[in-house]
Antibody, heavy 116, light 107 residues
């Protein structure tokens, strides 16, 4: 079965770069779109961006700070969010989808707290 | 960006009740709408896609309807497991956007 697992530091200092990796099993990473979505504590969901076979698309609200990349050899994709502030504190999810399709498989989510 | 407005924010209901949640889009999205269920500490779970198609394995008491800018999620007879938060998602264009959520709580 398809499984996604986020990994990375749970605590990041303000102004630094948040880095997360999503490891995919049970699905070829080459055939799908892979997104990052976040959810601040007690709040709603925000799509961050996707990567597909090397091409990317980012939410304009975060575009200047976001980089999403893919490593097909490891079946992983990654998120980097620069210049973080407390407003970036959230549970970060990775998810699978097709182009302009809903997210069908999600990781369990990882809480990242921005604090000094 | 397309804005998604869900109502109500909170819905109190009892087991066996019929529950209806509405999502409105700021512009037409045809039927490119999905519904998700989220429980505390868990990732969202896909229930409905393309406005009215039931995801595999989802109970038939869940149904979706609508097109254009108005959409509805209906749970025909609430079960204890259904009390959760529900989100709509438009995927007509990027950035895809979610509604703000509806918390379905036990009355």
């Amino acid at each position: 079965q398809v499984q996604l697992q986020e990994s990375g530091p749970g605590l990041v200092k303000p102004s630094e770069t948040l880095s997360l990796t999503c490891t995919v099993s049970g699905s070829s990473i080459s055939n799908y779109y892979w997104s990052w979505i976040r959810q601040p504590p007690g709040k709603g969901l925000e799509w961050i961006g996707y990567v597909y076979s090397g091409s990317t698309n980012y939410n304009p609200s975060l575009r200047s700070r976001v980089t999403i990349s893919i490593d097909t050899s490891k079946n992983q994709f990654s998120l980097k969010l620069s210049s973080v502030t407390a407003a970036d504190t959230a549970v970060y999810y990775c998810a699978r989808h097709y182009h302009l399709d809903p997210f069908d498989y999600w990781g369990q989510g990882t809480l990242v707290t921005v604090s000094s | 960006d397309i804005q998604m407005t869900q109502s109500p924010a909170t819905l109190s209901a009892s087991v066996g009740d019929r529950a209806t949640i509405t999502c409105r889009a700021s512009q037409s999205i045809s039927t490119w709408l999905a519904w998700y269920q989220q429980k505390p500490g868990k990732a969202p779970k896909l229930l409905i896609y393309k406005a009215s198609s039931l995801e595999s394995g989802v109970p038939s008491r869940f149904s979706g309807s609508g097109s254009g800018t108005e959409f509805t999620l209906t749970i025909s007879s609430l079960q204890p497991d259904d009390f959760a938060t529900y989100y709509c998602l438009q995927y007509s264009s990027y950035p895809c956007t979610f509604g703000q959520g509806t918390k379905l709580e036990i009355e």
